[in-house]
């Protein structure tokens, strides 16, 4: 295991498209986090799974947002019609256990909505 | 409302000197404050954690100071190296409530060689 994989790394679209985005955690580790992050800001954070369980949303996280971790192991987040403000890194991490342990992030996916 | 504030933006630091990032929190209820270091093109990885029991927790060139009182900590890097040209985020949680992590806007550090 190498770590938090996401896929696609970047990905251009257009305003009004759906994107989605796909994150592998680290096999053993129970949490998986969505957050993103804009230039020159930190990580903010979007939601939070425990093993398929979503547990928390974020405001940020409009109707147009959806993540599943459908047999708690991998993540989606989609993004339905997509406007330009969405422009951002989506970063996924994941840990291991209770409470806001050690969190391993991936390398992001970097979307451009033009 | 910014649970974490987190200075200066950027700094630049002269090769072996000491860089020192300061954060602040308003949330009394945080009480575990790590500090994460993100290079270009990757996502944040943990650099050092502390919990408010202790005042300092050292790890080779990197400290954490903290005042509980003053609902402030610090990241010290000593002897700065080039190879610590980095963005740093310092963030907080809640352990005892299970919450997420908040992370402040990140500092800009560049070490010249």
């Known amino acids: 295991d190498t770590g938090v994989s996401q896929d696609p790394r970047h990905k251009i679209t257009k305003r009004g498209q759906n994107v989605t985005f796909r994150c592998d955690p680290i096999?053993?580790?129970?949490?998986l986090y969505w957050y993103r992050q804009t230039l020159g800001q930190g990580p903010e954070f979007l939601t939070y799974f425990q093993n398929e369980a979503q547990l928390e949303k974020s405001r940020l996280l409009s109707d147009r947002f959806s993540a599943e971790r459908p047999k708690g192991s991998f993540s989606t987040l989609e993004i339905q019609r997509t406007e330009q403000g969405d422009s951002a890194m989506y970063l996924c991490a994941s840990s291991f256990g209770a409470g806001a342990n050690v969190l391993t992030f991936g390398a992001g996916s970097r979307l451009t909505v033009l | 409302q910014q649970q974490v504030k987190q200075s200066p933006q950027s700094l630049i630091v002269q090769k072996g000197g000491i860089s020192i990032i300061n954060c602040a929190y308003e949330?009394?209820?945080?009480?575990?404050f790590p500090w994460y270091q993100q290079f270009p093109g990757k996502g944040p990885a943990l650099l050092i954690a502390i919990r408010p029991d202790v005042s300092e927790k050292k790890e080779g060139r990197f400290t954490i100071s903290f005042n509980k009182s003053a609902k402030q900590f610090s990241l010290h890097i000593m002897d700065s190296q080039p190879g610590d040209s980095a963005t740093y985020f310092c963030?907080?949680?809640?352990?005892?409530?299970?919450?997420?992590?908040?992370f402040g806007k990140g500092t800009r550090l560049h070490i010249l060689p």
């Open positions: 949330n009394t209820a945080f009480d575990y």
């Open positions: 096999s053993e580790h129970n949490r």
């Open positions: 963030a907080a949680s809640s352990e005892n409530r299970d919450d997420k992590i908040i």
